[in-house]
């Protein structure tokens, strides 16, 4: 069967629920909240909803350490405002996938539960267990971390193993202590991943994005890692030996429904990504969520911190969108609830509105399914909060003991505020009311103090705002140039600029970004000069030959 590809001119909004909106006052953002702004979304003029986790969680993680799949977090709702959420979301023509996190669940699941009381429970291989290496008097040492399987680290949380008195075995943890990995090479875990996907899809949701899902097959064996001077054991659980196997399982469920598959895959490349996205019998996802244009001022994401590099950025974009042409499908994005605001790293926040229309029309316009993230469309920027305390991220805890080990107290609190994934996390700004409009009770975390300034209700008529700009670039996704054209990079070395070209059946856009403050003189190319050619979108009027700050200017070629 041929599947549709309803997915392939759309675009995303990512809620990320606790800060979106509070409908009963308790400070939470909800999904009564998510119900009255229903069609503020649809006014964006976007055509699905991506839910970062409902479900119930201790928020060791927010939401991504998941104690039961098959309900609603009470802090968020229940099944009945969940089921009439979707239902209106359907009814304004909009799609709805959830959030699929299955390499791990929360260490207070009865799953894990019963796995770590009892190695005889059916529960405890749904887990990953070893012994720890033993001394010659045959005792374990916890407290030890050479006594540990073996040495690889966890991305959360110092060590990837936790000792566990009762059974006296470790287990793998590559999140946080209190996100135990699951483990898929158990032929029952599979069954409950499938029987997961086919109770949401029962209810109407229309795909899943896969949580870290390149992580589930570990290498036989868990070697010791003696080639990661950080992350120790990433390459022996990204992309592991059965991830296509496993993949191809959950595919199937899919596929008895028609629905949309998106994995987010870290230290993805696009050859690397092509086996498990590339169209055609095997394929394994439709679209996967990768880095690499995410780490143009970074490492690791965000894990050690470098200057804004726009080359990096551009190689990125065009890598994917050059090795994927007509072999496999992009996933757009620039902001999501995992990295600190945009216009903060690669914009502006002095010219937040013009860096933040170039940021948009930049990346919009390629070709792709997008994705716009809370908050994205009316430009919310980075926060910096006095000490580390009154963050809340678990990450950045991690990150900050590190640097602070290497660059002292003062350095590591100035990277920690630059990088922490709380500043994409602050409640959304609808007005310059009280709390920003996020809530009529005490908000559960800090409110960017530009709110005044920065929010959706003075946004929402303004012809010339940020709001009004997403959705005009939105709208223009439609156009079949954007959605099938070919991608063609110009100007590549430029260390300002950013520029390219799609083709589509003898039509052509040319989107020209600069990505400086600095007046910058460019003449168009080649074959633009002509009176066919039309000015379509811009954060400037008219045309000069200087581009001016943060100016992005997309033309059309009839
Ligand atoms: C990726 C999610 O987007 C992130 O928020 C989470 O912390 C990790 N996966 C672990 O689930």
Same mark, same amino acid.
């Given at each position: 069967m041929k599947r549709k590809q309803w997915y392939k001119d759309m675009t995303f909004y990512q809620i990320w629920p606790r800060s979106f909106k509070d409908g009963n006052g308790d400070g939470i953002g909800d999904l009564w909240g998510i119900y009255e702004k229903l069609d503020y979304i649809r006014s964006l003029g976007v055509d699905g909803i991506w839910f970062s986790p409902l479900y119930p969680s201790p928020n060791a993680d927010y939401g991504y350490d998941i104690a039961d799949y098959y309900n609603i977090n009470s802090e968020y709702g229940d099944m009945d405002i969940f089921q009439k959420v979707l239902d209106r979301a359907h009814e304004l023509g909009m799609k709805v996938i959830m959030d699929l996190v299955v390499n791990h669940t929360s260490d207070e699941h009865p799953w894990f539960l019963a796995a770590k009381k009892d190695k005889n429970s059916p529960y405890h291989d749904y887990y990953i267990w070893r012994e720890g290496k033993r001394d010659k008097d045959g005792m374990s040492h916890p407290e030890d971390a050479k006594k540990n399987p073996n040495n690889w680290d966890s991305l959360f949380e110092g060590k990837a193993w936790e000792y566990v008195e009762e059974v006296d075995e470790y287990y793998l943890h590559i999140f946080a202590k209190k996100q135990p990995d699951l483990n898929h090479d158990n032929p029952a875990v599979r069954e409950e991943v499938k029987k997961i996907m086919r109770f949401w899809l029962e209810k109407g949701v229309d795909g899943f994005r896969e949580d870290v899902i390149t992580f589930i097959s570990k290498e036989e064996g868990l070697p010791n890692d003696y080639v990661m001077p950080a992350a120790k054991g990433l390459g022996y659980y990204s992309n592991?030996?059965?991830?296509?196997? @496993? !993949? /191809?399982?959950?595919?199937?469920?899919?596929?008895?429904?028609?629905? %949309?598959?998106?994995?987010?895959?870290?230290?993805?490349?696009?050859?690397?990504?092509?086996?498990?996205?590339?169209?055609?019998?095997?394929?394994?996802?439709?679209?996967?969520?990768?880095?690499?244009?995410?780490?143009?001022?970074?490492?690791?994401?965000? @894990? !050690? /911190?470098?200057?804004?590099?726009?080359?990096?950025?551009?190689?990125? %974009?065009?890598?994917?969108?050059?090795?994927?042409?007509?072999?496999?499908?992009?996933?757009?994005?620039?902001?999501?609830?995992?990295?600190?605001?945009?216009?903060?790293?690669?914009?502006d926040e002095q010219y937040r509105v013009e860096s933040g229309k170039m940021l948009a029309a930049m990346y919009l316009l390629q070709k792709g399914t997008a994705f716009v993230y809370q908050g994205q469309e009316i430009g919310m920027t980075n926060i910096s909060l006095p000490t580390l305390e009154d963050y809340k991220d678990i990450q950045v805890k991690q990150n900050y003991n590190t640097w602070k080990g290497l660059f002292g107290e003062k350095k590591a609190m100035k990277l920690a505020r630059k990088s922490c994934r709380d500043s994409a996390r602050t409640p959304v700004q609808w007005s310059a009311g009280e709390h920003a409009g996020f809530t009529t009770g005490?908000?559960?975390?800090?409110?960017?103090?530009?709110?005044?300034?920065?929010?959706?209700?003075?946004?929402?008529?303004?012809?010339?705002?940020?709001?009004?700009?997403?959705?005009?670039?939105?709208?223009?996704?439609?156009?079949?140039?954007?959605?099938?054209?070919?991608?063609?990079?110009l100007e590549k070395n430029h260390r300002n600029l950013y520029v390219y070209e799609r083709s589509y059946k003898g039509k052509k856009v040319l989107v020209v970004c600069s990505f400086t403050k600095k007046p910058v003189c460019y003449a168009l190319p080649e074959g633009w000069q002509s009176p066919n050619v039309s000015k379509v979108l811009g954060n400037y009027e008219g045309r000069e030959d200087v581009l001016r700050p943060y100016e992005v200017a997309v033309y059309e070629k009839a």
């Open positions: 592991g030996p059965h991830l296509h196997e @496993y !993949l /191809q399982e959950y595919r199937r469920v899919a596929e008895e429904y028609d629905c %949309f598959l998106l994995g987010e895959a870290p230290q993805m490349t696009p050859k690397k990504a092509l086996p498990f996205i590339g169209e055609g019998k095997e394929q394994d996802l439709d679209m996967m969520f990768h880095f690499q244009h995410m780490e143009a001022d970074c490492l690791m994401t965000d @894990y !050690l /911190q470098l200057p804004f590099n726009l080359r990096k950025m551009k190689r990125a %974009f065009s890598s994917w969108q050059n090795d994927l042409e007509g072999k496999g499908w992009n996933a757009l994005y620039i902001e999501n609830h995992d990295h600190p605001r945009i216009i903060s790293r690669y914009g005490t908000p559960w975390f800090v409110i960017n103090e530009n709110y005044p300034q920065v929010n959706v209700e003075s946004q929402l008529d303004d012809e010339d705002s940020l709001l009004s700009f997403y959705r005009k670039v939105i709208a223009y996704r439609k156009n079949p140039v954007i959605r099938y054209g070919t991608y063609w990079e």
